[in-house]
C-alpha cells in the first residue's frame, strides 16, 4: 500500500453559472416589425461526487483541491437555447463522507454511488417570455442564475468487514500480513502502522476486508498517538478483533483500555460484535495467561482465539471464526438492507429577511438574491421588471416593514441600489 495515505480533504467546488437568456428580434424579409425570439440559457453543469472502487485514498482530490462545472450556453435567435454545461464527477473511495460546515451532504457507502454536492444554476430566460399586450418589444432578457459554490470536507471511512484493534506492538499488522494479501511494514517499535492497512482473506469460498490501524494509547481519543486519527477507519467495520500481546504484563489491562479510548471516540463502537486475538503464544511462560484470558472472555461472553503471527499457529482457525462471523452478519444485512439513496443538497431556502447595517439595509435570502443577480441591469425594461419582481415576491415590503426610509441604501447580493 502506498505510503501518502491521505484520508481528509478540504475542497472548494463551483457550479456552472447559468447561460443568458437572449435579446433578439425576428429578421425576415418581408417582416418590418418582427417580434421578440430571443431564445433561453443553457443550465450550468452540477458537481457530484461519486464512490469508485478503484480509489483507496484522497491524496488526487486533495491535490487538486478545485472543481469548477461548465458554464451554461447562452441563448440565441429563433428561440434557439444555450446548451447544457458540462457536469464535474470528482471521484472518491467507497467509504467517503461529504461534509458542508457541519451538515453531511452525502455518506457514499456504495461503489458507483453518487451525490450532487453543488448545483448548476438556471439558464436565463429570453426575451421571447416577456412579451404581452402591452409590452410587445421587450428589449430585455434575463442572465443566468449563479452556480452554487462553496467549501467542502472529504472524511474517508474505510469499509472494512473487520476492523483489529489494539495497543502499539500487540501484532495487528503481523497478523493482517499473516492471514491476508497485505504486506505493511512492521518493526518491533511503536507506531509502525502510521496509515491504515488493507487486506483481504479468503476462506471457504468466503472473502472479507480486514483494515488494521495505528495502535491505541491512553488518550488517543484526545489526540495523543497516531491511533485516534484513524478510528474512524474501524466504524463501519461490522466486526472487531481485539488484538492482545501475551508477552505484556497485563493483557487484560489492555484490553480494557483500547476499550476506553473506543467508548470515548464512539460510545457505539464497544457495542460493536467482536473477538480477541491472543497473539505471541510462541513466547516463553504465557500458557497460564491464555488460560486464565480465555476463561475470563468466555465470561464476558466473548470468543478468543490463541495465535501466533509468528509462526502462524492459530490463524487459520482466527481467519475461520471471523468468516463465520462476516458470513452470518452479510445474510442478516441482506434481509434488512435499506435502498440505497442518492443525497442532494437541502431544498431552496425561500425566505427572506432584512438586517439593518450602517448607512442602510442589507436583504439575505436565496430567492431575493438570485432575483438580482439575473436581472438584466442594462436596460431600462430590465431594471423595471426587476423592480415588479421584488414587489411580487415580497422585498419591498420587508424593507418598508424593517423602517427603510428615503434616500437609504439596499444591498441585495453583490447589487446596491438607493430607496426612493
Do not use: C
Not at 358 to 363: E, I, L
Amino acid at each position: 500500500m502506498p505510503g501518502d495515505f491521505t484520508d481528509e480533504a478540504t475542497i472548494w467546488v463551483k457550479a456552472g453559472n447559468g447561460g443568458n437568456g437572449a435579446r433578439s428580434f425576428r429578421h425576415e424579409k418581408y417582416v418590418a416589425l418582427g417580434g421578440p425570439d430571443g431564445g433561453d440559457g443553457g443550465r450550468g453543469g452540477d458537481v457530484m461526487v461519486q464512490a469508485d472502487t478503484g480509489l483507496w485514498e484522497l491524496s488526487g482530490v486533495a491535490q487538486r483541491r478545485r472543481f469548477t462545472a461548465e458554464r451554461g450556453g447562452d441563448g440565441g435567435s429563433s428561440r434557439k437555447h444555450g446548451k447544457r454545461g458540462a457536469d464535474v464527477i470528482i471521484m472518491v473511495p467507497a467509504g467517503t463522507v461529504v461534509w458542508s460546515d457541519d451538515q453531511i451532504l452525502a455518506d457514499l457507502v456504495r461503489p458507483g454511488q453518487k451525490a450532487m454536492v453543488a448545483r448548476g444554476g438556471k439558464g436565463g430566460l429570453g426575451n421571447v417570455h416577456f412579451a404581452t399586450a402591452v409590452r410587445q418589444a421587450p428589449h430585455f432578457a434575463l442572465n443566468g442564475e449563479p452556480g452554487e459554490e462553496g467549501t467542502l470536507k472529504l472524511d474517508l471511512r474505510t469499509l472494512g468487514d473487520v476492523g483489529f484493534v489494539g495497543e502499539p506492538n500487540a501484532g495487528k499488522s503481523s497478523i493482517l500480513a499473516a492471514m491476508t494479501a497485505a504486506h505493511p511494514e512492521i518493526a518491533a517499535y511503536p507506531f509502525t502502522t502510521l496509515t491504515p492497512n488493507l487486506g483481504v482473506a479468503t476462506i471457504d469460498n468466503t472473502s472479507f476486508v480486514a483494515v488494521d490501524i495505528p495502535g491505541l494509547i491512553e488518550g488517543a481519543h484526545q489526540g495523543a498517538g497516531l491511533g485516534h486519527r484513524f478510528l474512524r477507519h474501524v466504524q463501519r467495520a461490522g466486526l472487531l478483533v481485539h488484538v492482545l500481546d501475551l508477552s505484556a504484563d497485563d493483557p487484560w489491562g489492555a484490553y480494557e483500555r483500547v476499550r476506553v479510548e473506543m467508548e470515548q471516540f464512539d460510545p457505539e463502537l464497544v457495542e460493536r460484535a467482536s473477538l480477541v486475538a491472543l497473539n505471541k503464544i510462541d513466547t516463553p511462560n504465557v500458557q497460564g495467561k491464555i488460560k486464565s484470558l480465555s476463561r475470563r472472555f468466555r465470561a464476558e461472553g466473548i470468543e478468543s482465539v490463541p495465535v501466533s503471527a509468528l509462526t502462524g499457529q492459530g490463524i487459520p482457525q482466527l481467519t475461520q471464526a471471523i468468516a463465520t462471523r462476516i458470513v452470518t452478519q452479510r445474510t442478516e444485512r441482506l434481509a434488512e438492507e435499506a435502498p440505497v439513496h442518492t443525497y442532494r443538497m437541502e431544498p431552496e431556502e425561500r425566505k427572506t429577511e432584512v438586517h439593518r447595517e450602517r448607512g442602510g439595509y442589507r436583504v439575505s435570502g436565496r430567492q431575493a438574491e438570485r432575483t438580482v443577480a439575473m436581472a438584466d441591469m442594462e436596460t431600462d425594461d430590465g431594471l423595471a421588471y426587476l423592480q415588479r419582481e421584488l414587489e411580487r415576491i415580497g422585498v419591498f415590503k420587508a424593507l418598508r416593514d424593517a423602517g427603510v426610509k428615503e434616500g437609504d441604501a439596499v444591498w441585495i447580493g453583490n447589487f446596491e441600489m438607493e430607496w426612493t
